[in-house]
């Protein structure tokens, strides 16, 4: 199961745009406008967690992290703001957040302070690398697509993680074996292509193709959009 964002913000076209970027990476996402749609999604969504702008037209982020906490909501909480003063960053933190993006922010910036507050947050025993409805559990090495558990051999559990812990990027074929068999790749060799068509043969029956190729270069974890 996907990671649950909610994405607060008024400016439409920035809530758009997040929501696209990051159902894109695998999460799935919902979306409130103001403090009080905010709160009502968030009780009702459950969220992993909450990108919440601190600028609301009917209140302020901080209260809104303040009454969340208050009602025992255990979502982290990265917030979104136009402000750079260091104050509004200290009374953010003090009030329950995890984080801080100021705006205007670079979008792979704030992916990687995305899967890093959810990595620093998760529950014991719920370290999990999810795309879509792929995920890994790394306490047990158990693979599960849609509900589904996978068996893999060590190869194929090591070369999947490292596609999880890079989704969206197109790795080349040298990339993925110094990471996977920490050696570097020899010019004739196709075994980075042997097991991607064994990973494919285990996971595509279970829904869309999610490892795409980049051909002359490599492969990415990503889902193919119509």
């Known amino acids: 199961m996907s990671a649950r ?11 758009d745009l997040l ?3 990051l159902e894109f990476h695998g999460f799935a996402v919902s979306t409130a406008g ?7 999604t968030a009780r009702h969504d459950q969220p992993d967690l909450i990108l919440l702008d601190v600028m609301l037209p009917d209140g302020d982020g901080v209260d809104v992290c303040r009454r969340l906490r208050a009602a ?3 979502a982290a909480v990265v917030f979104l703001t136009a402000r750079d003063a260091r104050a ?13 993006i100021t705006k205007p922010f670079d979008m792979d910036v704030l992916l990687a302070r995305v899967r890093a ?7 014991p025993g719920k370290d ?7 995920e890994m559990d790394q306490d047990t090495l158990e693979v599960r697509r849609g509900g589904e558990t996978i068996r893999l051999s060590p190869t194929e559990l090591r070369l999947l993680r490292y596609f999880l812990e890079n989704p969206g990027r197109v790795l080349s074929r040298a990339q993925i074996y110094r990471a996977v068999w920490e050696f570097e790749l020899g ?3 196709n075994v980075v292509d042997t097991y991607v068509g064994y990973l494919r043969r285990k996971l595509d029956p279970l829904g869309p193709p999610l490892l795409v190729t980049h051909r002359g270069f490599g492969y990415a974890l990503r889902r193919i959009t119509p």
Do not use: C, K
Request: aromatic share 4%; hydrophobic share 45%; charged share 20%.
């Open 187 to 189: 010019a004739s060799s």
């Open 5 to 15: 964002i909610l994405v607060v913000d008024d400016q439409p076209n920035l809530v």
């Open 88 to 100: 509004d960053e200290i009374a953010g933190l003090a009030h329950g957040g995890d984080d801080w």
């Open 117 to 123: 507050v959810l990595r620093r947050t998760a529950p």
């Open 72 to 74: 025992g909501s255990t």
């Open 19 to 21: 929501r696209t970027v």
């Open 128 to 134: 999990l690398l999810r795309y879509a409805d792929l």
């Open 34 to 40: 103001t403090a009080a749609d905010a709160v009502a």
